[in-house]
């Protein structure tokens, strides 16, 4: 079963407003990822966690911040987030972070920021 | 460093037609390379992926070979349906710890 779950999948928040969004996989898989998707645009690479520590981060502001309580779990905390941050997030997921190692997507979250 | 590049879309075919997606890359080494897809409203899907020179990924009537000689992934299939719709993006892995870099999308419509 090659699954990636995310919720919400829809988020309308204020620019003042913390929300997280989270993603789950069992798979058993050691690397997780996030990414960020603005209309018609390939997926842009923000956080990648490897063995629940934080292997990359492609310079995003903080008001974006990943967490990866366990192996199965990984969430995006968001605050004060600007209406340019709205966007499909993609969570996803692979065994390792190898080249050739294939990566799995969920269907992702649209954020609306306000 | 690593790039993909795609043929522009969109791209408009009628049902049962041929279809080709160009997707060349530059990369040093030996990348891995993939297709995924990615229906209207939904994430990406894995469509198929080569790891090696000469290697056909395949898959729902999808193909596309690796050739490191021309440094191209090419996505055929010989006759589309109109549920093949949807925005298709090639990508490539090398040594960067399993990132992907990705080309720049191909929106794909078919019609009846």
């Known amino acids: 079963d090659t699954e990636v779950t995310q919720t919400p999948k829809h988020l309308v928040m204020g620019m003042t407003n913390k929300k997280s969004l989270k993603c789950e996989q069992h798979m058993g898989h050691r690397a997780m990822y996030w990414y960020k998707q603005k209309a018609k645009k390939p997926p842009e690479l923000m956080f990648v966690y490897s063995y629940e520590k934080l292997s990359i981060n492609e310079s995003v502001p903080s008001r974006f911040s990943p967490e990866c309580p366990n192996s199965s779990l990984l969430n995006l905390h968001l605050h004060a987030l600007q209406p340019e941050d709205s966007a499909l997030y993609l969570c996803?997921?692979?065994?390792?972070?190898?080249?050739?190692?294939?990566?799995?997507f969920g269907e992702g979250s649209w954020l609306t920021v306000v | 460093g690593n790039s993909v590049t795609q043929m522009e879309g969109p791209v408009t075919l009628s049902e049962e037609a041929f279809l080709t997606i160009n997707c060349t890359y530059t990369a040093t080494g030996y990348p891995s390379l993939f297709w995924y897809v990615q229906y209207p409203g939904e994430g990406l899907q894995l469509l198929l992926k080569a790891t090696k020179a000469d290697d056909k990924g395949s898959n729902k009537g999808f193909e596309a070979t690796y050739r490191k000689e021309t440094t191209s992934f090419h996505l055929e299939k010989g006759s589309v349906q109109v549920s093949d719709s949807a925005v298709y993006f090639c990508?490539?892995?090398?040594?960067?710890?399993?990132?992907?870099?990705f080309g720049q999308g191909t929106e794909l419509s078919v019609k009846p």
């Open positions: 996803a997921s692979s065994q390792v972070r190898l080249t050739g190692n294939t990566i799995y």
């Open positions: 990508a490539l892995s090398n040594n960067q710890g399993g990132k992907l870099i």
